[in-house]
């Protein structure tokens, strides 16, 4: 009985320590990324981000990313669709193609993530935010995008983080 009594004593402590609150991992994780205060804004944006283990967190801020790379590029395209001068529409163009880029990525990712294949992830996070980057870029860093640049770019890296602590 006493056994029986030390066992749930100790399956509630390594327990509780797994249900605690991610807010610590979260903050370790964009404690190493560009921009930690707008890593963990955009973290927070999913309120599950807060108590998500690790490989949780990592789908969770991957369906984050895609979701709004994939509402920027709605966005571009409609900028694509309604500028008129040549020039301008093919930077707007070119940021599409970008984000065509950082959707393919980012799709690959949660299939990295369920199989394990951290370093493929990692990778794949790695191609979303130089493709985010890319669109930056293409407007002498003032694109009309930058916000969503900027989140998009810091939930990749957040991601590539969690894909190398989650190899280990």
Known sequence: MATFFSLCI???IS????????????NDIC???RNPSLCVAAM?????????PLRQLAQITIDTAEYTA?????RIHGYVMSVKNPRVRNLYSQCEDFYLDALAALDIAPEDLQRRRYVDLDMQMGLARRAVDRCEKA???KSPFRKENEF???LADAVA??????SR
């Open 152 to 154: 998009v770019g810091i």
């Open 44 to 52: 927070n944006t999913d309120p599950r981000s807060r108590r998500a």
């Open 139 to 141: 407007f002498l860093q």
């Open 31 to 33: 404690r190493q990324t």
């Open 15 to 26: 327990g509780n320590h797994f249900l605690q609150t991610n807010a610590s991992a979260m």
């Open 70 to 74: 994939g509402q920027t590029k709605i």
């Open 10 to 12: 100790l399956f509630l």
């Open 161 to 166: 983080i969690m894909a190398r602590t989650l």
